[in-house]
């Protein structure tokens, strides 16, 4: 049989490297059927139904791959890394800890600890990422994850080391450059301006790298008080990021007109049976407008775990789509809508995050957050799938969250937030979902005035408190006492006290700002 298994699986390896993908899938079936436990066979069968969009089909291979407890190392990490990427959260972390760290190479910790920091493990990610440093891993690659993850952890003196370090021998790694600059507020006796503009010269046009430099140079710009020089900075950087991403505004406003239209209250009303178990309470909003402060609070909170910005929601809706989407949602989900069994997603999802509310000491919590922005578009779904959550959706002044997306580099996730008219029209869309949720649910959700927050942060908590159903516990709002991790945009931010700072900054730049105070319209009068 062995010898059988192995000619199957060369001849299954060869087509794939020719990219006869239909026939490779075929034999790699042929070989599980005749050896189930074949970790490798089915590792490729989950990638290559990722490739045709079958996602059940992937994750249940996925974790079939899991099963068969593989030996080799490389094995196990790409498995660890294949459970990550499709979504199964409780299966992945349970599957690296029983690896055999020692016998992994360098390169498969460092694409370990990059899965880990996705899960939303970053102390556990670091972790590895020292493992190979100690086995003599010097790249630059891991020299800029370690940093990364020294600053959620909030060690900004040895990030800005490891980040100069980084520079020092490959000055080209654009992030690097960027992250730097959001260590800390840099003054004109101390910034690194002459060396990010000459880094500018050096770089093409087109390098990807071009606008992390951008808005590096912006940020040193406006905290040296340069703000005409900042402003240049930011609509460069701005304009090299929007020419770099594929986004139809026209598409999202059809996405989110159809939403509204679809989600009746006859459509929400059906629930599944109440949950058991730790409750998720889900943070919602526009990115940028106080998200982090009120899951830092509730994090404080004895009965709370904060397990930062979850993916787990739009997995789940991806596997009972039976459709994975760059987008939180497109037309193709929506025109199947009434065929998605929302009770079963629900226990998918607390299948794969209740494990979140256990502490260190073995207890678990009441609750646990689900800090992810753009849910905002799933609150609907998260009613009809999930009864006991709860959520806030967190409001801020809009202009003062506009320009605090458009002077940040985000990832592909708010693709929107490059142009000022484009950022008005997601605002807009977004304002009008979100009055929308409490017309089809009321009082199902509750709104968290960010300039009530940081006018009387206890006042706020209090009332976030209740309403998620925890007791009063003095001194949660206290967040700068707080060491544990937080991997977010704001994470230098969080190990400050709360206070009104940030508020009113887009007024440096009134006059610059003028388009997107015109298409917000009657939203800031």
Request: hydrophobic share 40%.
């Given at each position: 049989m062995t010898g059988e298994i192995d000619q199957l699986w060369q001849r299954a390896e060869s087509m794939l490297h020719q990219r006869q993908l239909d026939p490779a899938k075929q034999a790699y079936q042929a070989?599980?059927?005749?050896?189930?436990?074949?970790?490798?066979?089915?590792?490729?069968i989950s990638t290559l139904a990722s490739l045709r969009g079958r996602f059940r089909e992937s994750a249940d291979a996925a974790l079939n791959a899991a099963n068969g407890e593989p030996q080799h190392p490389q094995l196990?990490?790409?498995?660890?890394?294949?459970?990550?990427?499709?979504?199964?959260?409780?299966?992945?972390?349970?599957?690296?800890?029983?690896?055999?760290?020692?016998t992994w190479s360098?390169?498969?910790?460092?694409?370990?600890?990059?899965?880990?920091?996705?899960l939303g493990l970053p102390t556990r990610a670091l972790e590895l990422v020292d493992l190979a440093r100690a086995r003599g891993e010097r790249g630059p690659r891991l020299g800029l994850l370690r940093a990364t993850l020294l600053v959620f952890a909030g060690r900004l003196d040895e990030a800005e080391a490891e980040l100069e370090s980084v520079i020092a021998v490959a000055p080209q790694f654009a992030s690097a450059h960027?992250?730097?600059?959001?260590?800390?507020?840099?003054t004109p006796a101390r910034n690194h301006i002459d060396r990010l503009r000459k880094r500018l010269v050096a770089t093409p046009t087109l390098d990807p790298g071009v606008p992390y430099l951008w808005f590096a140079l912006y940020k040193e710009y406006e905290d040296c008080g340069q703000d005409t020089e900042a402003w240049k900075a930011l609509v460069h950087g701005c304009t090299a990021r929007r020419r770099a991403i594929d986004y139809d505004p026209k598409y999202e406003q059809d996405v989110f007109d159809r939403l509204i239209h679809l989600t009746t209250p006859e459509f929400l009303a059906p629930q599944p049976p109440a949950q058991k178990g730790p409750r998720p309470i889900f943070i919602v909003?526009?990115?940028?407008?106080?998200?982090?402060?009120?899951?830092?609070?509730?994090?404080?909170?004895?009965?709370?775990?904060?397990a930062g910005e979850l993916q787990d929601f739009p997995f789940q809706m991806a596997w009972a789509w039976d459709h994975q989407s760059p987008r939180m949602l497109d037309n193709h989900m929506l025109s199947t809508i009434d065929r998605v069994d929302f009770a079963q997603l629900g226990q998918r999802y607390l299948q794969r995050t209740q494990w979140r509310a256990w502490a260190a000491d073995g207890e678990p919590r009441a609750a646990y957050t689900?800090?992810?922005?753009?849910?905002?578009?799933n609150v609907g779904f998260i009613h009809r799938a999930l009864p006991g959550?709860?959520?806030?959706?967190?409001?801020?002044?809009?202009?003062?969250?506009?320009?605090?997306n458009l002077r940040e580099l985000f990832g592909a996730a708010y693709p929107y937030s490059y142009d000022q008219r484009e950022l008005a029209a997601h605002y807009q869309n977004h304002r009008k979902l979100m009055a929308h949720w409490h017309e089809v649910l009321p009082g199902r959700m509750l709104d968290v005035s960010y300039e009530s927050l940081v006018a009387d942060p206890e006042a706020v908590a209090r009332q976030v408190f209740k309403f998620c159903g925890l007791r009063w516990v003095p001194g949660c709002a206290a967040i700068e006492k707080r060491s544990a991790p937080t991997a977010t945009a704001s994470t230098v931010q969080m190990r400050q006290p709360i206070d009104a700072r940030h508020q009113g900054r887009w007024h440096r730049y009134?006059?610059?700002?003028?388009?997107?105070r015109d298409a917000l319209g009657d939203a800031v009068d």
């Amino acid at each position: 049989m062995t010898g059988e298994i192995d000619q199957l699986w060369q001849r299954a390896e060869s087509m794939l490297h020719q990219r006869q993908l239909d026939p490779a899938k075929q034999a790699y079936q042929a070989i599980v059927a005749r050896a189930p436990g074949h970790a490798g066979a089915w590792l490729r069968i989950s990638t290559l139904a990722s490739l045709r969009g079958r996602f059940r089909e992937s994750a249940d291979a996925a974790l079939n791959a899991a099963n068969g407890e593989p030996q080799h190392p490389q094995l196990r990490a790409d498995i660890f890394d294949r459970l990550v990427a499709v979504g199964e959260s409780q299966a992945a972390p349970i599957f690296f800890e029983r690896s055999f760290l020692a016998t992994w190479s360098p390169e498969a910790l460092f694409e370990g600890a990059l899965a880990l920091n996705t899960l939303g493990l970053p102390t556990r990610a670091l972790e590895l990422v020292d493992l190979a440093r100690a086995r003599g891993e010097r790249g630059p690659r891991l020299g800029l994850l370690r940093a990364t993850l020294l600053v959620f952890a909030g060690r900004l003196d040895e990030a800005e080391a490891e980040l100069e370090s980084v520079i020092a021998v490959a000055p080209q790694f654009a992030s690097a450059h960027w992250t730097l600059s959001k260590l800390r507020t840099w003054t004109p006796a101390r910034n690194h301006i002459d060396r990010l503009r000459k880094r500018l010269v050096a770089t093409p046009t087109l390098d990807p790298g071009v606008p992390y430099l951008w808005f590096a140079l912006y940020k040193e710009y406006e905290d040296c008080g340069q703000d005409t020089e900042a402003w240049k900075a930011l609509v460069h950087g701005c304009t090299a990021r929007r020419r770099a991403i594929d986004y139809d505004p026209k598409y999202e406003q059809d996405v989110f007109d159809r939403l509204i239209h679809l989600t009746t209250p006859e459509f929400l009303a059906p629930q599944p049976p109440a949950q058991k178990g730790p409750r998720p309470i889900f943070i919602v909003g526009m990115p940028r407008s106080g998200t982090t402060l009120i899951e830092r609070i509730l994090g404080a909170h004895p009965q709370v775990r904060d397990a930062g910005e979850l993916q787990d929601f739009p997995f789940q809706m991806a596997w009972a789509w039976d459709h994975q989407s760059p987008r939180m949602l497109d037309n193709h989900m929506l025109s199947t809508i009434d065929r998605v069994d929302f009770a079963q997603l629900g226990q998918r999802y607390l299948q794969r995050t209740q494990w979140r509310a256990w502490a260190a000491d073995g207890e678990p919590r009441a609750a646990y957050t689900d800090k992810l922005p753009r849910n905002a578009m799933n609150v609907g779904f998260i009613h009809r799938a999930l009864p006991g959550a709860r959520i806030l959706n967190v409001v801020r002044d809009p202009m003062d969250t506009c320009f605090s997306n458009l002077r940040e580099l985000f990832g592909a996730a708010y693709p929107y937030s490059y142009d000022q008219r484009e950022l008005a029209a997601h605002y807009q869309n977004h304002r009008k979902l979100m009055a929308h949720w409490h017309e089809v649910l009321p009082g199902r959700m509750l709104d968290v005035s960010y300039e009530s927050l940081v006018a009387d942060p206890e006042a706020v908590a209090r009332q976030v408190f209740k309403f998620c159903g925890l007791r009063w516990v003095p001194g949660c709002a206290a967040i700068e006492k707080r060491s544990a991790p937080t991997a977010t945009a704001s994470t230098v931010q969080m190990r400050q006290p709360i206070d009104a700072r940030h508020q009113g900054r887009w007024h440096r730049y009134e006059t610059q700002l003028k388009p997107l105070r015109d298409a917000l319209g009657d939203a800031v009068d």
